[in-house]
């Protein structure tokens, strides 16, 4: 459901790099289910009670996300952009072809949350018809650069972080954020990050929490920055504020 997040993120990595094809190279995927961020069928529910649907229509087949879109800011334009490759890279990826592999997945869902089953159910049936590669590493930051350093011409190299970099050490942050700036410098790489604002924002202090909707707490809010190449530099910028579920958006 964070691709109510995810998807006017890479709306936003389109307009600063100038493409419209899109490489997006999902860090930690699990089982890759955001690299079919582009199909789902997105509603976004703005403050006056107007819905705002986004990407392809709702059929009954595609997984379906929900999401308030908060504060004075418009909601995304559809979107001007394409989805030209899907890798994930992970320790341990999950085949969503695999049924007793899907069964354990399905299994890591709060088990009264019907609406989050069908949600998984059907994007997991989707992943299964679009073209994709999850690469198995036991050194996701190693296999890094040759991955971006590999891609086809044409393209445009998007890395997405999102809630993984809570799980790396100081250390590996580090690790990881050095060949990321090589690789935005030389390849043009973007960087897409939904963390805890202490590790997505790298270069400048956070912008203000929105006014949340009731019942919502501030404590585990997703920041969504933007990092990429500009004049030789490297320039990041805060994108939204979002539910780590996905619930609302900023």
Same mark, same amino acid.
């Given at each position: ?7 006017? @993120?890479l709306g936003?990595?389109?307009t @600063? ?5 899109l490489?997006?190279?999902?860090f930690?995927c699990?089982a890759g289910l955001?690299?079919?961020v582009?199909?789902?069928?997105l509603r976004?529910?703005?403050d006056?009670g107007r819905l705002?649907?986004r990407g392809p229509?709702?059929?009954?087949q595609?997984?379906e996300?929900e999401?308030?879109?908060?504060g @004075?800011?418009?909601p995304?334009a559809q979107?001007?952009?394409?989805l030209?490759?899907?890798q994930?890279l992970d320790?341990a990826?999950?085949?969503?072809a695999d049924?007793e592999?899907?069964?354990w997945?399905q299994?890591c869902?709060w088990? =009264?949350?019907?609406r ?14 679009l073209?994709?590669?999850?690469t198995?590493?036991d ?6 650069e040759p991955?971006?350093a590999?891609?086809?011409?044409g /393209?445009?190299? /998007? ?5 993984v970099?809570?799980?790396?050490n100081a250390?590996?942050l580090a690790?990881?954020?050095? *060949?990321v ?23 400048r202090?956070?912008p203000p929490? *929105?006014a949340l *909707?009731?019942?919502? /707490?501030a ?6 920055t933007?990092r =990429?190449?500009?004049a030789?530099?490297i320039?990041?910028?805060?994108l939204?504020?979002?539910h *780590? =579920?996905g619930?609302? /958006?900023?």
């Amino acid at each position: 459901a964070r691709g109510a997040a995810i998807w006017p @993120a890479l709306g936003a990595a389109a307009t @600063a790099t100038g493409a419209r094809a899109l490489a997006l190279l999902d860090f930690g995927c699990s089982a890759g289910l955001n690299l079919g961020v582009d199909q789902f069928a997105l509603r976004y529910i703005t403050d006056d009670g107007r819905l705002h649907d986004r990407g392809p229509a709702r059929d009954g087949q595609r997984a379906e996300i929900e999401s308030r879109w908060l504060g @004075a800011a418009p909601p995304p334009a559809q979107a001007g952009w394409r989805l030209a490759l899907r890798q994930g890279l992970d320790p341990a990826p999950v085949d969503v072809a695999d049924p007793e592999r899907l069964r354990w997945l399905q299994a890591c869902l709060w088990p =009264h949350d019907a609406r989050r089953r069908e949600r998984l159910a059907r994007a997991a049936a989707q992943l299964q018809h679009l073209p994709h590669t999850l690469t198995q590493a036991d050194d996701c930051i190693a296999a890094l650069e040759p991955r971006v350093a590999g891609l086809p011409a044409g /393209v445009q190299p /998007v890395l997405l972080t999102s809630w993984v970099l809570y799980y790396l050490n100081a250390a590996e942050l580090a690790r990881l954020r050095a *060949p990321v700036v090589r690789l935005a410098l030389s390849h043009g790489l973007a960087w897409i990050c939904g963390e805890l604002p202490t590790l997505s924002a790298q270069d400048r202090e956070p912008p203000p929490l *929105p006014a949340l *909707p009731p019942g919502e /707490v501030a404590s585990s809010a997703t920041l969504w920055t933007l990092r =990429h190449a500009q004049a030789g530099r490297i320039v990041e910028q805060a994108l939204a504020w979002s539910h *780590p =579920h996905g619930r609302w /958006v900023a």
